[in-house]
Antibody, heavy 122, light 107 residues
Framework: EVQLVESGGGLVQPGGSLRLSCTAS????????MHWVRQAPGKGLVWVSR????????DYADFVKGRFTVSRDNAKNTLYLQMNSLRAEDTAVYYC???????????????WGQGTLVTVSS | ETVLTQSPDFQSVTPKEKVTITCRAS??????LHWYQQKPDQSPKLLIK???QSISGVPSRFSGSGSGTDFTLTINSLEAEDAAAYYC?????????FGQGTRLEIK
């Protein structure tokens, strides 16, 4: 059974940093693209970032570029999102989601974690 | 950026009704359109991929159609457990984007 478990969320002051983790199980993690998607309270889904199966290719939404960094450790089956210079508008539940194994399917998000809440407030 | 516009934003329906949710893309996306269901306090669940392809384990009352810029999610014979928000998502153009969501309330 595919499982994705996020952790690392919490309350942080504006300008602060946080690192989210997503631990995967039930599939060969190193074969798949992985994504981060966020959802502000009461709002819709917004894509944040993606990373190639071997970490060689990373992409970001414009509103996090230069502040967030996605990475992965395939030996630990874990995806990360380092978030710096956090702003109030970054407050959201952050989900990790599995993309495809092949390039053409990379953006089909077939499994999602339960999410971790990040609150940016003073 | 490809903007996805869903309609309606909200619908209140009775059990056994047929429901249709539409998703319109600001530019052609072929069939790279997927549908998700998100129940309260849960993560999204993939319902339909590539406009019309079914997903294992998803009830057959859920179906999708469309291509290019206009897409439809149909729920036949609605059940109480279908109360949720529904989102479309395109994977054709970077960045990937989602519709604003349609919330279904069961009367």
């Amino acid at each position: 059974e595919v499982q994705l478990v996020e952790s690392g969320g919490g309350l942080v002051q504006p300008g602060g940093s946080l690192r989210l983790s997503c631990t995967a199980s039930g599939f060969t993690f190193s074969n798949y693209w992985m994504h981060w998607v966020r959802q502000a309270p009461g709002k819709g889904l917004v894509w944040v970032s993606r990373i190639h199966s071997d970490g060689s290719n990373r992409d970001y939404a414009d509103f996090v570029k230069g502040r967030f960094t996605v990475s992965r450790d395939n030996a630990k089956n874990t995806l990360y999102l380092q978030m710096n210079s956090l702003r109030a508008e970054d407050t959201a539940v952050y989900y990790c989601a599995r993309g495809g194994a092949d390039y053409q399917w990379r953006d089909l998000l077939d499994y999602w974690g339960q999410g971790t809440l990040v609150t940016v407030s003073s | 950026e490809t903007v996805l516009t869903q309609s309606p934003d909200f619908q209140s329906v009775t059990p056994k009704e047929k429901v249709t949710i539409t998703c319109r893309a600001s530019q052609s996306i072929g069939s790279s359109l997927h549908w998700y269901q998100q129940k309260p306090d849960q993560s999204p669940k993939l319902l339909i991929k590539y406009a019309s392809q079914s997903i294992s384990g998803v009830p057959s009352r859920f179906s999708g159609s469309g291509s290019g810029t206009d897409f439809t999610l149909t729920i036949n014979s609605l059940e109480a457990e279908d109360a949720a928000a529904y989102y479309c998502h395109q994977s054709s153009n970077f960045p990937i984007t989602f519709g604003q969501g349609t919330r279904l309330e069961i009367k």
